[in-house]
């Protein structure tokens, strides 16, 4: 148990490395030598996992709470009818909807953890 504990506060970091590695290499089947800059964005996870930095967390953990809140409320607005969007966007939308929470729960994960070692 004391592991477990102890390894948790890894899984943000390798779900965003995993979700950018499954992007990578959807675009790379489609896209081909287009796809390499999306590595790039795995890069602030691999350093967190190196060398944690508080600050680098916590803007992380901002920034993904940030567009997924974004995501949700496109969710929002679309099954309120409010805004109209199109087959295509919604298609992505059912796709793409287990990504959404799962990104704004890590990103929470990630934010309580800066919390926690601040206090």
């Known amino acids: 148990m004391k592991a477990l504990r102890t390894y948790s506060k890894y899984i943000p970091y390798f779900y ?16 081909g030598l287009t796809a390499y800059p999306i590595l790039l964005f795995g890069i602030p996870f ?16 901002i920034t993904f709470v940030c567009l997924s809140s974004y995501m949700i409320l496109a969710y929002l ?8 969007i199109s087959y295509e966007t919604k298609r992505f939308l059912i796709m793409g909807g ?5 990104n704004f ?9 800066s919390i926690k070692k601040v206090f």
């Open 16 to 31: 965003f490395i995993a979700v950018i590695i499954y992007w990578f290499t959807d675009v790379n089947r489609s896209e």
């Open 46 to 61: 691999l350093w967190q996992l190196i060398k944690p930095n508080e600050k680098l967390n916590f803007s992380l953990g």
């Open 77 to 84: 607005f679309d099954h309120l009818n409010i805004v109209s």
């Open 98 to 102: 287990f990504f959404v929470i799962g």
């Open 105 to 113: 729960v890590m990103a929470l994960w990630m934010i309580r953890n």
